[in-house]
Each structure stands twice: as structure tokens, then as C-alpha cells.
């Protein structure tokens, strides 16, 4: 049987010993299980899914608005095809937010790689992925 094969590293090969710091404990066998470019790829990794996650949340919030906009559309009755104009302004928002979203993330996801890269992980990512002015729906 073949022994699993170890997960490439998103932020770089920081191979060196000396860089490498442990981050958490096995509490089976109190040896230290991680090294900093682990805590590093996990931290990558969340920093990803929480914005893949936000932005998935407003685009679900659109694919309701359209679903809205179409249905006042069919139904022909002025008040609700007049509704629209407020729908589709707020489904324009939301395709910026998404977009500050992913803006994000690639600013966040470079920072990554080059702090990998130099060594240093002291850097914060901005957290926000478009969510500070208004709500997100969570």
C-alpha cells in the first residue's frame, strides 16, 4: 500500500528549518504536529473559503432579486413591473460587492504568497471582502 502523498503548500516551499515554528500540539502524543507553513496554508485556505462563501451569499441574494424582477415582469400589474427599478438598482450593488469581493481576495491571496515568500507572516489580510458598508445577509 502506498503511503498518502502530502499536500503541496498554497503560500510557497518554505523548507527551511529554521523558519519553521510549531503552532499546535497533537494531544495524543504531545509532538508537535504543524509548522508554520501548515498554520500558513490553513490560513490561506480560510481566507479563501470565507470569501468564496460571502460572495456566494450575495450572489445568492441576486439570483432571489432576479427571480423577483422576472416575476413582477410577467405579471403585468404597473405597481409591481415599477418595483423593478429598486430591484435591479440593488442587483447592480450586489454585482459590485461581489466584485470588491473578489478584489479581495486577490489582493489578500498575493499578500500571502509574497509574505511566504519573504518569510515574514505578520501581515494581516483587510477581513472586509466587500461586507463593511452594508450587510452580507449573515
Known sequence: MEAPKRRRSLVGNNRKSSKRAPTE???DDDHVT???EEFNDVEVWNTLSNGFKRAQL???QNRDLIRRVNDN?????PENVSRNVGLINEINGNISRVMEIYTDLAVDFSKKIE???????????SGSYGCGQSS???
Open 25 to 27: 500540539m497533537n494531544k
Open 73 to 77: 415582469h410577467l405579471s403585468r400589474i
Open 136 to 138: 452580507c445577509g449573515s
Open 58 to 60: 450575495v450572489l445568492d
Open 34 to 36: 504543524a509548522t508554520s
Open 115 to 125: 509574505e511566504a515568500k519573504s518569510g515574514d507572516t505578520t501581515a494581516t489580510t
